[in-house]
């Protein structure tokens, strides 16, 4: 969240000591816990969308038999562009391999993330290529119960969620090696 206060000169102190005792007094995000995790091992929900990027609209039957890995992200926000490059490793990766879906839900957390032609310069000039759907009601991100950009989903061949990774995801670090192992996982078990 940004906090910005706008001091205009006909602004008087005790206003904007009000002002700043509002703002400091308001409750800060709760720490991420056991308690508001992402639930594994429930079935994933039906991923919702009008506008699709790089793909048409995929439906269940689209990702059923599949391991699907879901990105939650926004083209402006910095730890999702952080994390683009192993997004783009793991399309690279899997992308021939007919077992394996990529799908990028873009949330918005800015007015200009909400506009379907940003979305889509950015998705263009940012050089994702895996299918990627608008959310810029939060329906996707409700019904995932997501809080966090960037976020990975990891769904199972039957649909079921069998993994979360919360936050960058880089390539050759231990977070990476996880994903990937946890993938390949999937990839093995019957559909």
Not at 100 to 113: D, F, Q, R, S, Y
Not at 126 to 147: E, I, S
Not at 163 to 191: P, Q, Y
Request: net charge neutral; glycine share 6%; aromatic share 10%.
């Amino acid at each position: 969240m940004r906090w910005m206060i706008r001091t205009p000169s006909n602004l008087t102190a005790g206003a904007l000591a009000g002002a700043l005792l509002l703002a400091v007094a308001a409750p800060a995000p709760a720490a991420y816990g056991a308690d508001d995790a992402p639930a594994v091992a429930r079935k994933a929900p039906r991923i919702w969308g009008a506008h699709w990027f790089n793909s048409k609209p995929l439906m269940p039957a689209d990702l059923a038999g599949r391991v699907t890995i879901v990105e939650f992200w926004a083209f402006e926000c910095i730890n999702c562009r952080r994390t683009l490059p192993a997004m783009r490793a793991l399309y690279e990766r899997y992308r021939a391999d007919s077992s394996v879906v990529i799908v990028g839900i873009h949330t918005p957390e800015l007015p200009i993330e909400r506009d379907t032609e940003a979305v889509h310069r950015a998705v263009d000039s940012l050089g994702v290529r895996y299918p990627v759907v608008l959310d810029p009601g939060y329906v996707n991100w409700r019904a995932f119960d997501n809080q966090y950009w960037p976020a990975l989903y990891l769904i199972d061949r039957h649909g079921v969620i069998r993994d979360v990774h919360i936050g960058e995801l880089h390539e050759g670090t231990d977070a990476w090696k996880s994903v990937l192992e946890r993938i390949e996982t999937l990839r093995r078990e019957k559909a």
